[in-house]
């Protein structure tokens, strides 16, 4: 079974220009999540959706993040403009739909770290 | 809402000792907890997680952690290392919901170094 996969692995650009990053989920993973993860701390939920409508957007930073999960399958997140606070590994997930989805377990892909100068 | 205190920053120990890494969390409701582990360069893998029942969970690669809901704790243990074990750990706890949304809220890591 494929893992997620994420695009680029790696970003750098400078402030104030914007980026994109690309997930594939695990097929037939109802439900994608999209981490930011800086340095020296845990990751932290930016937006999860459940196929492809939105499920939580409370922490995602409106004026400058978006994201799209078009056909339900893989996402996009964008930054535009970048901030040297954005450089950090952005962390896709994905995890089957069951009952109790609180208790899924999340599947990870490997980030994309982006650095912004 | 959650929070998640993970002890220990970095836990340096040598190849074949037992290791504890230790996690308290914080919620006002019922819990469903986890331990990721990420290795280098890699995304976070799930070790275990406790969704209900015996409080002793075994996981993958011989770790094992014990819920504690007096203490409300999780700590992370292998009675033996190896090498290989190098790795961020991570503790996540979410509350318990029957809709969609899963909102797993992480510590900061623990960073295991494991010397020959």
């Known amino acids: 079974e494929a893992g997620v996969a994420q695009s680029p692995r790696y970003k750098i650009i400078e402030k104030r220009q914007s980026v994109a990053f690309w997930c594939n989920p695990i097929s037939g993973h109802a439900t994608l999540y999209w981490y930011q993860q800086i340095l020296g701390q845990g990751p932290k939920l930016l937006i999860q959706?459940?196929?492809?409508?939105?499920?939580?957007d409370s922490q995602l930073p409106k004026d400058r993040f978006s994201a799209e999960r078009l056909k339900g399958v893989d996402s996009t997140l964008k930054i535009q403009p970048a901030k040297l606070e954005d450089s950090a590994v952005y962390l896709c997930?994905?995890?089957?739909?069951?009952?109790?989805?609180?208790?899924?377990?999340?599947?990870f892909g490997p980030g994309t770290r982006l650095t912004v100068l | 809402a959650q929070s998640v205190t993970q002890l220990d920053s970095q836990v340096p120990v040598f190849e074949e000792a037992p290791v504890e890494l230790r996690c308290n969390y914080s919620?006002?409701?019922?819990?469903?907890l986890f331990w990721y582990v990420q290795y280098p360069n890699q995304g976070l893998q799930l070790l275990l997680k406790y969704l209900s029942g015996s409080t002793l969970v075994k996981g993958i690669n011989g770790f094992e952690a014990e819920f504690n809901k007096s203490q409300t704790s999780f700590h992370l243990r292998k009675p033996s290392v190896h090498i290989s074990d190098t790795a961020e750990y991570f503790c996540a706890v979410t509350g318990h919901s029957k809709q969609g949304a899963q909102k797993l809220v992480f510590g900061q890591g623990t960073r295991l170094t494991i010397n020959p």
């Open positions: 997930a994905s995890s089957p739909r069951r009952q109790a989805a609180s208790a899924d377990t999340q599947y």
């Open positions: 919620s006002s409701v019922s819990v469903y």
């Open positions: 959706f459940q196929n492809n409508g939105v499920v939580d």
